[in-house]
């Protein structure tokens, strides 16, 4: 009754819930999906809305859900600033890529997080000061802005997911190196495993 699942098994039954009890048989995997906005002024970031209209190097999703036979648990998240010299160039140059307090926005950590799967918020507004070191109990007082989150989130294939984001005001960069404000989620998941199941 007190056990500690593991993520995996907390994927497996939430799969099952959902009528999906192939993904037992899928295999294994570490997930991490991320997507970047520009830093243009807006307080709002909805992060993975839309992402099927950005490329690479912004992205690496196609659309804001997993595909069939895929399944993720949501154990970690982390934000990224990314400049960029020519964001409209087929290939973008990435100048570089670092926390918000290596970019001089360390007022952005008292930002507020929400995460919604399917239109329905299953991460309350988590503040960006428990993602910051100084704050982070998985920190060990070392530079380190990864979040762990402490309930075993999932994301299930087909359903949509957007990371909420709403920052105070903060000095646009103008002119070029355009910035970029990206979030990344981590975890354990799974992916189609056709050999054994087709």
Same mark, same amino acid.
């Given at each position: 009754?007190?056990?500690?699942?593991?993520?995996?098994?907390?994927?497996?039954?939430?799969?099952?819930?959902?009528?999906?009890?192939?993904?037992?048989?899928?295999?294994?995997?570490?997930?991490?999906?991320?997507?970047?906005?520009?830093?243009?002024?807006?307080?709002?970031?909805? =992060?993975?809305? +839309?992402?099927?209209?950005?490329?690479?190097?912004? !992205?690496? #999703?196609?659309?804001?859900?997993?595909? $069939? @036979? *895929?399944?993720?648990?949501?154990?970690?998240?982390?934000?990224?600033?990314?400049?960029?010299?020519?964001?409209?160039?087929?290939?973008?140059?990435?100048?570089?890529?670092?926390?918000?307090?290596?970019?001089?926005?360390?007022?952005?950590?008292?930002?507020?997080?929400?995460?919604?799967?399917?239109?329905?918020?299953?991460?309350?507004?988590?503040?960006?000061?428990?993602?910051?070191?100084?704050?982070?109990?998985?920190?060990? =007082?070392?530079? +380190?802005?990864?979040?762990?989150?402490?309930?075993? !989130?999932? #994301?299930?294939?087909?359903?949509?997911? $957007? @990371? *909420?984001?709403?920052?105070?005001?903060?000095?646009?960069?103008?002119?070029?190196?355009?910035?970029?404000?990206?979030?990344?989620?981590?975890?354990?998941?799974?992916?189609?495993?056709?050999?054994?199941?087709?």
């Amino acid at each position: 009754m007190f056990a500690d699942p593991t993520a995996r098994a907390v994927l497996i039954a939430k799969a099952n819930k959902f009528g999906n009890k192939g993904l037992q048989r899928m295999q294994g995997s570490s997930i991490v999906k991320y997507h970047f906005l520009p830093m243009d002024g807006r307080t709002t970031f909805r =992060f993975f809305e +839309n992402v099927n209209t950005t490329r690479f190097p912004f !992205t690496n #999703l196609t659309e804001n859900k997993l595909q $069939v @036979g *895929e399944g993720m648990v949501l154990e970690r998240g982390y934000f990224a600033i990314m400049s960029v010299t020519d964001p409209d160039a087929a290939l973008p140059t990435v100048a570089d890529v670092n926390t918000l307090r290596a970019f001089g926005f360390g007022g952005l950590y008292i930002s507020n997080l929400n995460f919604n799967i399917a239109n329905n918020q299953v991460l309350k507004p988590i503040p960006l000061t428990s993602f910051e070191s100084n704050f982070n109990r998985h920190a060990n =007082f070392q530079n +380190n802005d990864v979040f762990r989150f402490d309930t075993d !989130t999932t #994301l299930q294939p087909l359903i949509e997911f $957007v @990371g *909420e984001l709403r920052t105070p005001t903060y000095a646009v960069a103008d002119p070029p190196p355009t910035l970029f404000l990206g979030l990344f989620i981590e975890g354990r998941g799974a992916i189609l495993n056709p050999r054994t199941n087709f």
